[in-house]
C-alpha cells in the first residue's frame, strides 16, 4: 500500500507515480504519503483511494466541492510544503470507494 496521510485515513498515490510493486519504493517516499517530491510536480495527478475519513466522506454526501473537504485541505498543504499547488480537485467513485483526484499545478 502506497502510504497514507497522517490523520486522514486514506492511502495516497500518485497516478504517473511509482508502481506498487517496485522494490526499495519506501526510500523514494517522502511526507507526502508515498508521493516522491521528485514525481509529485507540475502537471502530476494525485489519487487518494479509498477515503474513509468521516469529515471527507460528509462533504462528499453533502455534494460540497472537493476541494472544500478535510482531505483536500490536508493536501493542500503538503503540496504547499512541496513547494506546490492544487489547479483542481475532484472526488470519485470507483469500485464502491470514494477517491479523490488532485491535478498539480
Given at each position: 500500500m502506497a502510504g497514507s496521510?497522517?490523520?486522514a485515513g486514506v492511502p495516497a498515490r500518485l497516478a504517473h507515480g511509482i508502481p506498487r510493486s517496485?522494490?526499495?519504493?519506501?526510500?523514494?517516499?517522502?511526507?507526502?504519503?508515498?508521493?516522491?517530491?521528485?514525481?509529485?510536480?507540475?502537471?502530476s495527478t494525485l489519487v487518494f483511494e479509498g477515503i474513509i475519513n468521516p469529515e471527507t466522506l460528509a462533504t462528499y454526501r453533502a455534494g460540497a466541492p472537493a476541494g472544500e473537504s478535510l482531505?483536500?485541505?490536508l493536501g493542500?498543504?503538503?503540496?504547499?510544503q512541496l513547494g506546490l499547488e492544487a489547479s483542481s480537485y475532484e472526488f470519485q467513485v470507483a469500485r464502491g470507494k470514494l477517491n479523490l483526484i488532485v491535478k498539480v499545478k
Open positions: 496521510i497522517a490523520g517496485t522494490p526499495g519504493r519506501k526510500r523514494q517516499q517522502d511526507s507526502f504519503g508515498g508521493a516522491s517530491s521528485q514525481r509529485c510536480q507540475v502537471g482531505l483536500a485541505r493542500n498543504k503538503a503540496l504547499k
